[in-house]
Nanobody
């Protein structure tokens, strides 16, 4: 089984920062594509950022230059550092692990259908 648990969300002012964490129950981190997604009610889930075990990253245009995805393989943990937060960043944020071994080019597409394991989500509110 693969279980993912997110934490670090909260309510911040415009321009503020948050760091989200995702802890995996098994070593998906370090082996597979990992990513952060976000969603608001009744909207499509958006791929925010992904990272491969080799450190190849991909970001949505809306967060480039503001968000940074990273891994700590020894702790089975993925992070999302979010700076310069905007009201449009308000959403439920989910960490996810890809189906099996996803190729780098597929991982970079940040598509939810390519991810088979999901955390429960952590809320980020920017106002």
């Amino acid at each position: 089984h693969v279980q993912l648990v997110e934490s670090g969300g909260g309510s911040v002012q415009v321009g503020g920062s948050l760091r989200l964490s995702c802890v995996a129950s098994v070593d998906t981190i370090g082996r597979y594509c990992m990513g952060w997604f976000r969603q608001i009610p009744d909207k499509e889930r958006e791929g925010v950022a992904t990272i491969t075990s080799g450190g190849n990253t991909s970001y949505a245009d809306s967060v480039k230059g503001r968000f940074t995805i990273s891994l700590d393989n020894s702790k089975r943990t993925m992070f999302l550092q979010m700076n310069g937060l905007k009201p449009d960043d308000t959403a439920m944020y989910y960490c996810a692990a890809g189906h099996g071994t996803i190729a780098t080019l597929t991982c970079r597409l940040r598509r939810s259908v390519d991810f088979g394991y999901w955390g429960q989500g952590t809320q980020v509110t920017v106002s």
